[in-house]
């Protein structure tokens, strides 16, 4: 069901052991999961490949709802396992230890944050308005936009949600360009998963000469897959990696398994899970910091565009008060949604 996704994941994974470990051969073998929602189908494939191959670590990209019967599984076969996540549903994650560590894309947090900073700077009668596609409505990061947002406790922020799905009229393009005129709101987020939605939204405000008049938020896996080309556009994202031009993986999805094969070294040469966070810190193209804990969280800062970026960083407070509230957010069990992984790209 994600073939870029995974080819990306994959080249990643390579370009770390290619780059830091050429004298370690490794031999990667890839095996189909569906949509990534059976667990039966997940265990029974490790079950396969275990038993005609001898496996020295597993790595899994699928979903928060199979993780922990995967991670007892592998743990029944005394094999290591890394797991792979974009961080679009909340769920509260899994304690870690010697033999499982999870690289997580935090779309979430970074959603969160982006609230949080349009909150915390906006003047008084901020008006803020949201695009999601029906996909997207079926993750997170709309809800922990909004937390973010409410997180400051700002009475006089007017936020109202919209929803576009091709299949019905209801929630055409048409009837939320009639929102955008008729409301005019100073921030829009959009958390689409179709090129072409994205391309439609700034075609309208180029024609109603609206792009300077209104800041507009994504994500940056949206930026980087869907808005490359689009150089004369003005768009930010809360996010701790480079664009494509100032990346060496140049593909989002890629610095997950760059460092899935960082934790994947780390956990085959038994080092612990603080080593493994220091690793990924040092040679992620991410940036990290390391708490007073010894946890990794991801040094936020807002990104302009793709092609022509202007990098500005949190206020320090924001940073930290993003990752002490991100804490306390409701998981996915509370707040349901899609049972499949999230697919970011096409």
């Not at 949201?130 to 006089?156: N, P, Q, V």
């Not at 960083?313 to 993003?322: A, H, K, N, P, Q």
Request: hydrophobic letters at 35%; a negative charge; glycine letters at 4%.
């Amino acid at each position: 069901m994600y073939p870029k996704l995974g080819k990306d994941i994959v080249t990643g994974f390579k370009k770390y052991f290619k780059e830091n470990e050429p004298d370690n051969e490794i031999e990667v073998r890839i095996e189909g999961i569906g949509k990534g929602i059976d667990t039966e189908k997940i265990l029974n494939t490790i079950q396969e490949s275990t038993l005609s191959d001898e496996i020295d670590l597993i790595v899994n990209y699928s979903t928060p709802f199979t993780e922990e019967s995967i991670l007892n599984y592998s743990n029944s076969l005394d094999i290591p396992l890394v797991s792979v996540d974009t961080g679009a549903t909340l769920n509260h994650q899994m304690k870690m230890t010697d033999t499982y560590y999870k690289v997580d894309f935090n779309l979430c947090k970074a959603t969160y944050a982006a609230g949080y900073h349009i909150a915390n700077q906006t003047e008084q009668g901020c008006r803020i308005m949201t695009i999601t596609s029906f996909h997207d409505a079926g993750y997170h990061m709309l809800a922990a936009f909004e937390s973010g947002i409410a997180a400051l406790k700002k009475k006089d922020i007017h936020l109202f949600h919209t929803v576009i799905h091709k299949d019905f009229p209801s929630l055409s393009w048409e009837n939320i360009f009639k929102t955008i005129r008729e409301e005019k709101p100073d921030f829009i987020h959009l958390s689409l998963n179709d090129p072409i939605d994205y391309n439609n939204f700034f075609d309208f405000l180029k024609t109603e000469e609206l792009i300077d008049d209104i800041r507009v938020f994504t994500h940056s896996i949206a930026v980087d897959y869907f808005m490359e080309a689009q150089a004369d556009i003005k768009i930010y994202s809360a996010t701790n990696w480079l664009p494509p031009k100032q990346n060496p993986l140049a593909v989002p999805l890629s610095i997950l398994g760059y460092e899935a094969g960082i934790a994947s070294l780390g956990l085959h040469n038994k080092r612990s899970y603080g080593e493994i966070n220091k690793s990924i810190a040092e040679k992620s193209p991410r940036r990290w910091i390391i708490d007073k804990n010894g946890e990794l969280n991801p040094d936020f800062f807002l990104r302009l565009s793709s092609l022509a970026p202007q990098v500005n960083t949190l206020d320090i407070s924001e940073e930290r008060i993003v990752h002490d509230n991100f804490k306390n957010l409701p998981p996915t069990e509370v707040l349901g949604g899609w049972f499949n992984p999230y697919m970011c790209a096409e």
